[in-house]
């Protein structure tokens, strides 16, 4: 957890079993009103495997693209995940997708980014300057 008050945690879960994990943990540890989501991922991974699993408690989900040739595309993301929650948006400048998902949090909320490596050390980076 880095930051409170809203909740914001940052895991590198980018694989499926990762993401079962995270999702657990989450709902073990944490207690929150509502999750707000920043994901990036890269595209040969599980994607609509991991989207199916995190995203439908999501009250918004912001999608990025990470830092990577391998990447899926935030606005790709974005249509993957609505098969499963219709809130989602892409936003590419990571600043502005997390600018974005504190606008949609109170004080008892969470914000939880994951996905790629690649992504989570950038958007580290951008919660800490914050």
């Not at 809203?6 to 509502?34: Q, R």
């Not at 994607?47 to 935030?74: G, L, Q």
């Amino acid at each position: 957890m880095l930051k409170a008050k809203p909740m914001v945690v940052i895991d590198g879960a980018h694989n499926i079993d990762g993401i079962k994990s995270l999702k657990n943990s989450i709902s073990t540890y944490f207690k929150y009103n509502k999750f707000i989501l920043i994901m990036g991922i890269l595209s040969d991974k599980q994607v609509d495997d991991m989207v199916k699993v995190i995203t439908p408690e999501a009250s918004n989900i912001i999608t990025v693209t990470p830092p990577s040739y391998r990447a899926e595309n935030s606005s790709g993301l974005v249509e993957i995940i609505k098969k499963y929650n219709p809130n989602c948006e892409a936003i590419e400048n990571y600043k502005e997708a997390y600018g974005k998902a504190l606008s949609y949090a109170n004080e008892n909320d969470l914000i939880l980014i994951c996905g790629s490596l690649y992504m989570v050390g950038e958007m580290r980076k951008v919660v800490r300057n914050q």
